[in-house]
């Protein structure tokens, strides 16, 4: 009896990490696919690269924040002419993964 929920409680935890590592996105793909996004929002130096043009800091932002402002923008429930084009050809894992990465980075 012990020894089946021993094996019942590996199970759990394999489970458990499976499903973390699903839902949190790959935090290397979002690394590439964020290389585009960095023109604008200047994620390496935290600074944007034109002056004149103000954008939000992206990175170190909470990736529930961040995968909500990019589907408010894929869906066009959340207006910019500019971040609508953006997420309009990302799909749900490459915004799960641009999540992941982002708000990995220490602000
Ligand atoms: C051409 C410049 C430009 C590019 C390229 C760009 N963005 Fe943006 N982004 C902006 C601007 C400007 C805003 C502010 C829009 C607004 O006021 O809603 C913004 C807003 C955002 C926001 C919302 C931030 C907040 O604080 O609410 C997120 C998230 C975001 N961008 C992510 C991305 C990602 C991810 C990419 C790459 C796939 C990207 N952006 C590429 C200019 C850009």
């Known amino acids: 009896m012990a020894r089946l929920q021993w094996l019942g409680l590996i199970a759990a935890a394999a489970l458990a990490v499976a499903g ?6 790959d935090k290397a793909a979002g690394r590439k696919l964020v290389y585009t996004c ?3 929002h200047g994620v390496v130096g935290y600074e944007n690269v034109y002056p004149s043009y103000p954008v939000p800091k992206i990175a170190g932002q909470n990736a529930q924040y961040i995968t909500a ?3 408010g923008y894929k869906t066009g429930e959340r207006k910019h002419p500019t971040m609508n084009a953006q997420a309009e050809s990302l799909s749900d894992k490459d915004i799960a ?3 992941a990465y982002l708000s990995s980075i220490a602000k």
């Open 69 to 71: 402002a990019l589907h």
């Open 20 to 25: 973390g590592a699903h839902a949190e996105g």
């Open 97 to 99: 993964d641009i999540a």
């Open 38 to 40: 960095n023109g604008c």
